[in-house]
T-cell receptor, first 116, second 110 residues
Framework: DTGVSQDPRHKITKRGQNVTFRCDPI?????LYWYRQTLGQGPEFLTY????????KSRLLSDRFSAERPKGSFSTLEIQRTEQGDSAMYLC??????????????FGDGTRLSIL | QKEVEQNSGPLSVPEGAIASLNCTYS??????FFWYRQYSGKSPELIMF????GDKEDGRFTAQLNKASQYVSLLIRDSQPSDSATYLC??????????FGTGTRLQVTL
């Protein structure tokens, strides 16, 4: 069990640029989640996948955000035309889906995005 | 009303004491309850999870759930300075996504 892996750990970019983050879940986990966390707040749900299917997207997720999990393994989160308000820690988590109740989600180390 | 509410703290307890962290939630359909520990600048780390009313113990940690009162708590016995962190309460309902509180900052003093 190598844990959830995220890359890069830090990303600094200028406003208006596009950025892409990668997440590799725990190998046997079929569910993968993306969250965003700003200072002093709890993580906020963005979207999640079961295998390669994207099952839910937050209404807070603007059209500039897109996520994929093409082969049901790793996932990417892309932010187009970044804005100052996108500065946050982007967290990926994974879990096993076995039906209810929901199994615990395990988080990666996160990608910290800073918009200049 | 926030969906998951926690006192932001800081909660200060002396070393060796019991720390009691509390969380209330608004959705009566919530089914699964989780406590995560988060050190400054780090990602959340799972501490405990509980599904049924009552207590669940794991080492120095005890999670308590009261669905009628929509209340979940985390007790940390024999608190250590290394327990100083922010503790996040999170719930899920029929949907799989976690809904987090803003966290309670715990300080364990020497």
């Amino acid at each position: 069990d190598t844990g959830v892996s995220q890359d890069p750990r830090h990303k600094i970019t200028k406003r208006g640029q596009n950025v892409t983050f990668r997440c590799d879940p725990i190998s046997e986990h079929n569910r993968l989640y993306w969250y965003r966390q700003t200072l002093g707040q709890g993580p906020e749900f963005l979207t999640y996948f079961q295998n390669e299917a994207q099952l839910e997207k937050s209404r807070l997720l603007s059209d500039r955000f897109s996520a994929e999990r093409p082969k049901g393994s790793f996932s990417t989160l892309e932010i187009q035309r970044t804005e100052q308000g996108d500065s946050a820690m982007y967290l990926c988590a994974s879990s096993i889906w076995t039906g209810t109740p929901n199994q615990p989600q395990h988080f990666g180390d996160g990608t910290r995005l800073s918009i200049l | 009303q926030k969906e998951v509410e926690q006192n932001s703290g800081p909660l200060s307890v002396p070393e060796g004491a019991i720390a009691s962290l509390n969380c209330t939630y608004s959705d009566r359909g919530s089914q699964s309850f989780f406590w995560y520990r988060q050190y400054s600048g780090k990602s959340p780390e799972l501490i405990m999870f509980i599904y049924s009313n009552g207590d669940k113990e794991d080492g120095r940690f005890t999670a308590q759930l009261n669905k009628a009162s929509q209340y979940v708590s985390l007790l940390i016995r024999d608190s250590q300075p290394s327990d100083s962190a922010t503790y996040l309460c999170a719930v899920t309902g029929t949907a799989s996504k976690l809904t987090f509180g803003t966290g309670t900052r715990l300080q364990v003093t020497l």
